[in-house]
């Protein structure tokens, strides 16, 4: 009886799961998603002849090598030029789809990549974005933000709150949006459009994340 026990726990301990912030993760294994913003029929913003939505891929895929190279499990919403519209683009459908494969994910957290723009184009630099609806958000985007500030050396920004962006209200795992520059700065965008510039860029959102999970992972 006691034998039986003893493989019956044993059998238990390899079955477990654990949670991270509400999300069921199995085992150990470190899971986070990456979407990467617009696609398809949705540009996003277009400057210098350059669409927001080729630089968030190219950005996005850049960091989940980066993530993979370190044990994660890296899941995205995307990995080509497509909406994820199933027929015609309507964009709250196409974000209704994201949030839909984000809370579905197991993820531990989420990494939403864009590109910011302003009408003066002075403005360079990283910002990250977080919503209020899960305590988590701050902790994450605070993370990530220092270790691009520290690292890339070209921002002091601190993390803004945006509660009125829609993908954000509705996420349920820790999430950020990381506006990794502005298109409307000429000498950014170049920057961006280098590979050895979104390298160290996708080195310093990697290196907050890891901050943030060896002080909340339980």
Same mark, same amino acid.
């Given at each position: 009886?006691?034998?039986?026990?003893?493989?019956?726990?044993?059998?238990?301990?390899?079955?477990?799961?654990?949670?991270?912030?509400?999300?069921?993760?199995?085992?150990?294994?470190?899971?986070?998603?990456?979407?990467?913003?617009?696609?398809?029929?949705?540009?996003?913003?277009?400057?210098?002849?350059?669409?927001?939505?080729?630089?968030?891929?190219?950005?996005?895929?850049?960091?989940?090598?980066?993530?993979?190279?370190?044990?994660?499990?890296?899941?995205?919403?995307?990995?080509?030029?497509?909406?994820?519209?199933?027929?015609?683009?309507?964009?709250?459908?196409?974000?209704?789809?994201?949030?839909?494969?984000?809370?579905?994910?197991?993820?531990?957290?989420?990494?939403?990549?864009?590109?910011?723009?302003?009408?003066?184009?002075?403005?360079?630099?990283?910002?990250?974005?977080?919503?209020?609806?899960?305590?988590?958000?701050?902790?994450?985007?605070?993370?990530?933000?220092?270790?691009?500030?520290?690292?890339?050396?070209?921002?002091?920004?601190?993390?803004?709150?945006?509660?009125?962006?829609?993908?954000?209200?509705?996420?349920?795992?820790?999430?950020?949006?990381?506006?990794?520059?502005?298109?409307?700065? $000429?000498?950014?965008?170049?920057?961006?459009?280098?590979?050895?510039?979104? $390298?160290?860029?996708?080195?310093?959102?990697?290196?907050?994340?890891?901050?943030?999970?060896?002080?909340?992972?339980?």
């Amino acid at each position: 009886m006691k034998k039986i026990l003893i493989i019956i726990s044993f059998v238990i301990c390899l079955a477990s799961t654990f949670i991270v912030n509400g999300t069921t993760i199995q085992n150990n294994t470190k899971r986070i998603i990456i979407d990467a913003g617009h696609g398809g029929y949705d540009p996003g913003a277009v400057y210098f002849g350059k669409r927001e939505c080729d630089l968030n891929l190219e950005i996005s895929m850049c960091l989940k090598k980066i993530f993979e190279e370190n044990g994660y499990i890296v899941s995205m919403t995307r990995e080509e030029d497509i909406d994820l519209c199933e027929n015609e683009f309507i964009k709250r459908n196409d974000l209704n789809k994201r949030i839909e494969l984000i809370n579905g994910s197991q993820s531990m957290l989420c990494l939403s990549i864009h590109m910011n723009s302003f009408v003066d184009s002075q403005y360079h630099g990283a910002q990250v974005f977080y919503a209020i609806n899960n305590k988590e958000n701050s902790i994450l985007a605070d993370k990530v933000m220092n270790n691009i500030k520290k690292i890339m050396k070209n921002t002091d920004r601190k993390p803004l709150v945006k509660d009125n962006i829609y993908m954000l209200k509705k996420i349920s795992i820790p999430t950020i949006i990381v506006e990794c520059g502005f298109m409307t700065n $000429y000498d950014e965008l170049k920057k961006l459009l280098d590979f050895n510039y979104q $390298y160290l860029l996708c080195t310093s959102i990697f290196y907050g994340v890891e901050e943030y999970l060896m002080n909340n992972n339980p």
